[in-house]
């Protein structure tokens, strides 16, 4: 089945659809898209590497999951109805932020989307789910950080723009998950701006101004 998904201007209005494969080629029109990313108790992140089939970033550590909402749907809403089909879990998630990025990803295809970031917490036991997710590892910042020093190319754009944006997220989501978001907000961002020049320039993403 032909998937499509949303297509926006700047600001985030729908002015239509198109299929899904085309908006990620490498003249891909700017559409909706959203990055959940979920934490334990004790402030670890999943990540999880995508499937080796799929067509951008194959392989890579990506946030936890990924997807694009329906017309009827919001962010969150979205997130939430992915949620089964991409970790075999159900659970409630909360918006932060949205940022617009354009990415290339070789001579493939790019990443071109106003992106929701989503956040959640879990206890549960994540599963790998085949077509979407190769594995998944749990993650404290300074190990996120070694990692993404080590070798950015094979950490997700949106996801790492994702975290960078936590310390200018929604301020009272961030009050109520403090105990697990504040090692994440700020503490990290001077690793993340050089993972995120890695994949693109400065000029090629923004955050989102809701206010």
């Not at 926006?8 to 959940?36: M, Q, W, Y």
């Not at 404290?140 to 020093?149: A, C, K, Q, S």
Request: glycine residues 6%; aromatic residues 8%.
């Amino acid at each position: 089945m032909t998937e499509y998904v949303i297509l926006v201007d700047s600001n985030d209005n729908a002015i239509g659809t198109e299929e899904k494969v085309r908006c990620h080629l490498p003249d891909g029109k700017l559409h909706r898209a959203f990055t959940a990313v979920l934490f334990d108790k004790s402030g670890r992140l999943a990540l999880a590497r995508r499937d080796p089939a799929k067509m951008l970033w194959p392989g890579c550590w990506d946030g936890t999951f990924a997807s694009h909402p329906r017309e009827s749907e919001t962010f969150v809403s979205s997130g939430q109805r992915r949620m089964p089909d991409e970790l075999g879990i159900s659970g409630t998630l909360e918006y932060m932020h949205k940022f617009e990025y354009h990415v290339p990803y070789k001579d493939i295809g790019s990443e071109n989307e106003i992106c929701g970031t989503l956040v959640g917490l879990t206890d549960a036991e994540l599963k790998e789910m085949p077509g979407e997710i190769d594995r998944i590892r749990w993650v404290m910042p300074d190990e996120l950080v070694d990692g993404i020093r080590s070798d950015p190319k094979i950490y997700c754009p949106w996801m790492l723009i994702a975290l960078r944006l936590f310390g200018r997220s929604d301020a009272a989501v961030l009050e109520r998950r403090a105990d697990v978001l504040s090692a994440w907000t700020d503490t990290i961002n001077d690793a993340l701006d050089a993972a995120i020049a890695h994949h693109l320039l400065p000029e090629k993403w923004r955050i989102i101004n809701e206010h």
